[in-house]
C-alpha cells in the first residue's frame, strides 16, 4: 500500500514552516501527522491538506528530565494543541519560561513553527518538529 504523504515528505514541509495532513475522502476528518488510514473511520482514501497550525492550547507537561541526549534542551513545555482544523497535534512551546508556566497557558492561542532536532541512538536521524508559540 502506497502512503499518500510520507513521513519524510511531512518532515520536509514542517522545515518550510507548512503543516500538512491528511483530509478523509469518506468522513471529512483530518489526520496529522501522517498515518496510513483515518484516525476517524479507518479509510485509506484520503487528500494531503495543508493546516494553518493555529490553535489553542488543551494541556502541557514540563519536561525537567529529558530524555537521554536531550539533555541540553531541559527545562522545556511539551504543549497538546487542538489546531483551528480539528485534529491535535504535539510540540514543544517555545518563549514561555518552563520554570514559571502555569495553568492559565491552557486555552492560549498559538501558532505552529519548527525546530530541527538531532537524531540520536533511538531515532532514524535529524528530524523537523513542530514548535509553538503563543500568538500576540
Known amino acids: 500500500m502506497e502512503?499518500?504523504?510520507?513521513f519524510k515528505d511531512y518532515n520536509e514541509a514542517l522545515k518550510q514552516n507548512k503543516l500538512l495532513g491528511?483530509?478523509?475522502?469518506?468522513?471529512n476528518a483530518i489526520t496529522v501527522p501522517p498515518k496510513i488510514a483515518c484516525g476517524g473511520c479507518a479509510s485509506t482514501d484520503m487528500d494531503i491538506v495543508q493546516?494553518?497550525?493555529?490553535?489553542?492550547?488543551?494541556?502541557?507537561?514540563?519536561?525537567?528530565?529529558?530524555?537521554e541526549g536531550r539533555e541540553p534542551e531541559a527545562p522545556y513545555i511539551i504543549v497538546l494543541v487542538e489546531l483551528d482544523e480539528g485534529p491535535w497535534l504535539m510540540g514543544n512551546l517555545v518563549g514561555v519560561d518552563p520554570n514559571k508556566v502555569t495553568m492559565e497557558i491552557v486555552g492560549k492561542r498559538v501558532m505552529m513553527g519548527h525546530a530541527v532536532f538531532p537524531g540520536d541512538k533511538y531515532s532514524a536521524g535529524e528530524e523537523a518538529r513542530p514548535v509553538f508559540s503563543l500568538e500576540a
Open 51 to 67: 493546516l494553518s497550525g493555529k490553535g489553542s492550547i488543551q494541556t502541557f507537561t514540563t519536561v525537567f528530565v529529558p530524555p
Open 3 to 6: 502512503l499518500k504523504l510520507s
Open 22 to 27: 491528511l483530509r478523509c475522502k469518506q468522513c
